[in-house]
């Protein structure tokens, strides 16, 4: 499906099923994906469709059509953080080298989404476990028109790895996808976290 024919109705229909984010701790990590997912590649297709620039591709090779592509979706990301999903929930995935951190507690867990998909093939995810129990890490890709949660990289830490443990996980086919990562407690013990995500 295209990004440019998802319907007002559709995105409405979409925001109004958006609940608060400790309720999404209780259900599927898929629900908070997919919910997330839809509503970013709305906002950018329509953006992308409103620059004239001859598609997605096209716009993301210009430098400052990326920027201002970048700057809008994070505008957008932040318009919906006001005490709902994005603020307790899914946080927005630094790229670039930029470190990502937190903590899960009592066998929760945190997504991490990006707000542009990405440029290149390649996304290297290096994660260190600062502290705490198990935990399952995962890095995909969301497609446009994607519903369902896609299965990537992912690594188990045991209860008994060391803190400093680190960890990459690459995700390849990763062009033209918003990227997610998902932290997720394997035990009711706290797990501490960093990591950071490249394109190559």
């Known amino acids: 499906m295209k990004i440019e024919h998802l319907s007002c109705a559709a995105v409405l229909a979409l925001f109004a099923t958006f609940v608060p984010a400790h309720a999404h701790a209780q259900t599927s990590d898929c629900n ?53 999903w994005a603020t307790i929930g899914p946080r927005q995935l630094m790229m670039g080298g930029s470190i990502n951190d937190g903590k899960v507690v009592v066998g929760g867990s945190r997504l991490f989404f990006s707000t542009l998909p990405a440029t290149e093939d390649t996304v290297v995810v290096t994660l260190t476990k600062q502290s705490g129990g198990a935990a399952k890490v995962t890095v995909a890709g969301m497609a446009d028109g994607t519903t369902t949660c896609e299965t990537g990289a992912s690594y188990s830490f045991d209860k008994g790895s060391a803190d400093g443990t680190v960890r990459t996980l690459t995700l390849n086919n990763a062009k033209g996808k918003f990227i997610y990562v998902k932290v997720d407690a394997a035990s009711l013990d706290a797990f501490d976290y960093r990591f950071t995500a490249v394109e190559r």
């Open 32 to 84: 908070s994906v997919t919910r997330v997912g839809a509503a970013m590649w709305s906002k950018f297709g329509e953006r992308i469709k409103a620059k004239a620039c001859g598609g997605s591709t096209t716009c993301l090779a210009i430098a400052s059509k990326k920027e201002e592509l970048f700057k809008e979706l994070l505008a957008f990301w932040n318009s919906q953080a006001g005490s709902s």
